[in-house]
């Protein structure tokens, strides 16, 4: 028999062996404004206080800039997420590059919550190369209008990112230069990475 402490543990076991309550992806992260997760520091809590880590600072910074647009702010596993409305994303990443100096957008993927609404949760990963900060936006999208502006306007380096999202969670990007399907068929009619899709694939026709 394989003893307790080596079986793999629940997600639920897991979040209270890390003293989380939930995970950054987890269905709270629709509600109201939540006080953010923080260990404890000295100072005002606010983005101007440079004792505090870079990237907790520019989560600061976006609530101070848009303090209507943001949902939330998550400390877990010492990486920092901002969870903001998806109407003003394009205004937060510019604000985030040009102030904060995030020059990279090194990848764009998403989650898809189903049967939760909003149904997808569109995660950006974005790099300081100067402090070598990485920092976390993430943006709920609707699964009844499964869209979002397009950041390649902002880092070219998105577009295939934002392809694949399209490719593989049927999520929209308003304004990419050329949104096409990137892996799976043009004339393909599903999205594999969605929950609802079946373990077994559908049926293509073309091994008969």
Request: net charge negative; with cysteine.
């Amino acid at each position: 028999m394989t003893p307790d402490k080596d079986r793999p543990q629940s997600r639920d076991q897991q979040g209270k062996r890390w003293d989380e309550t939930r995970t950054p992806a987890g269905p709270g992260a629709f509600g109201a404004p939540k006080a953010e997760e923080t260990a404890e520091s000295e100072g005002p809590i606010e983005s101007g206080n440079t004792e505090l880590e870079f990237a907790r600072r520019s989560a600061l910074a976006v609530r101070e800039e848009f303090p209507g647009e943001v949902i939330e702010i998550v400390h877990f596993r010492k990486e920092w997420t901002v969870t903001v409305k998806p109407a003003r994303i394009l205004d937060i990443m510019k604000f985030l590059r040009d102030t904060w100096n995030y020059k990279m957008c090194h990848d764009v993927s998403s989650v898809d919550l189903y049967p939760e609404e909003p149904r997808f949760m569109v995660v950006y990963h974005l790099l300081n190369l100067e402090t070598a900060t990485r920092f976390r936006v993430k943006a709920p999208v609707s699964g009844e209008q499964s869209e979002i502006d397009s950041v390649v306007p902002i880092w070219t380096g998105a577009d295939y990112t934002e392809r694949e999202v399209y490719d593989l969670m049927g999520i929209t990007f308003r304004g990419h230069p050329d949104l096409r399907r990137i892996l799976m068929m043009e004339d393909y009619q599903h999205h594999p990475l969605r929950k609802d899709f079946p373990l077994t694939g559908f049926p293509l026709g073309i091994d008969k």
